[in-house]
């Protein structure tokens, strides 16, 4: 399997990497939205938010948290975003879950989203939805 994160993790394609531990490693995007956007990601294989094992996206997501405020330090950011995408119906481009961090500078752009609206019933529909699939799938999941 291809994956130019696994590449980037074993030295065999460049990167500048300005984190590392046992389990963790955050280098710069190539392509940063924001100069200093960094990507924050397990060193094994995960496709996806879903997949990633619970100990480690603890681990993780507490890296993602140090990291935002090494990010916000050192680009002297008014503030920073936190994403994953997940599909590429979402975005996603590399198949190896990991992390964004973007500093963001007062009106420096707006992501261009359009927000929607409910009617009661499709609102109350969604809602019950959710709520049955919690009751099923709760147990598995704190299990
Ligand atoms: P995704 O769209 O999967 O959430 O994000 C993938 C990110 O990885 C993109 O922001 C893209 O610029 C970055 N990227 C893709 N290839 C490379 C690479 O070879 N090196 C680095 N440092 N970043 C990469
Ligand atoms: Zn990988």
Not at 23 to 41: E, K, S
Not at 70 to 90: H, P, Y
Not at 115 to 135: P, V
């Amino acid at each position: 399997m291809e994956c130019i994160f696994c590449d980037i993790i074993k030295r065999e394609a460049p990167s500048e990497i300005v984190y590392e531990d046992e389990d963790i490693i955050a280098f710069l995007d190539i392509n940063p939205i924001n100069y200093g956007h960094l990507l924050v990601l397990t060193k094994l294989h995960f496709d996806n938010f879903l997949t990633v094992p619970k100990d480690l996206l603890h681990k993780l997501i507490s890296k993602v948290q140090f990291l935002a405020g090494i990010v916000k330090r050192s680009t002297n950011a008014d503030g920073f975003n936190t994403m994953s995408n997940n599909g590429t119906a979402a975005g996603q481009r590399i198949f190896h879950f990991h992390f964004h961090i973007i500093p963001r500078f007062e009106n420096d752009f707006k992501f261009n989203l359009i927000s929607k609206s409910y009617d009661d019933n499709h609102l109350k529909n969604i809602s019950s939805k959710m709520k049955e699939f919690i009751e099923k799938y709760q147990g598995q999941f704190d299990g």
